[in-house]
């Protein structure tokens, strides 16, 4: 009998654990997704405008950071990092997994993207 109670109490306990982790992960996604959203919806600079401009010129291809022309643009290595790295805290922009130094748009870089595209063609 002692050991049923044990056994029941045990297994009552582990329900509890796996019960207040599930509890736990739900609220830190949820307010992760609500800092997301809030960072998306925070304004570019005028460096991240023309990044996510340049990107857009070929939106279906990656970005190699690596063998990008410095000397032709008016961003220096740093400032071309510090710009992607806000553009992904964004959400606009992705890095490969594999290459960190390829960069690509993700939907809402397109679709922001598209939206910069057609607001230049329009005022011109």
């Known amino acids: 009998m002692p050991f049923l109670v044990s056994v029941f109490l045990f297994c009552g306990c582990l329900l509890l654990i796996w019960a207040c982790e599930a509890v736990w992960s739900r609220i830190t996604s949820t307010v992760g997704k609500i800092r997301a ?7 570019l600079s005028s460096d991240e405008h023309t990044f996510i401009y340049a990107l857009g010129q070929c939106p279906t291809d990656s970005l190699n950071l690596e063998a ?26 992705q890095t490969n997994m594999y290459a960190e ?5 993700t939907e809402e870089g397109r679709k922001r ?3 910069l595209h057609r607001s230049l063609s329009f005022n011109a």
Not at 37 to 43: M, P, T, V
Not at 69 to 93: C, I, N
Not at 101 to 105: G, I, K
């Open 37 to 43: 959203s809030r960072r998306r919806e925070s304004g």
């Open 68 to 93: 990008f022309d410095y000397a032709s643009t008016p961003f220096t290595r740093l400032q071309l990092l510090e710009v992607v790295g806000s553009l992904v805290d964004k959400g606009l922009v």
């Open 101 to 105: 130094n390829l960069v690509s748009l």
């Open 113 to 115: 993207a598209l939206a």
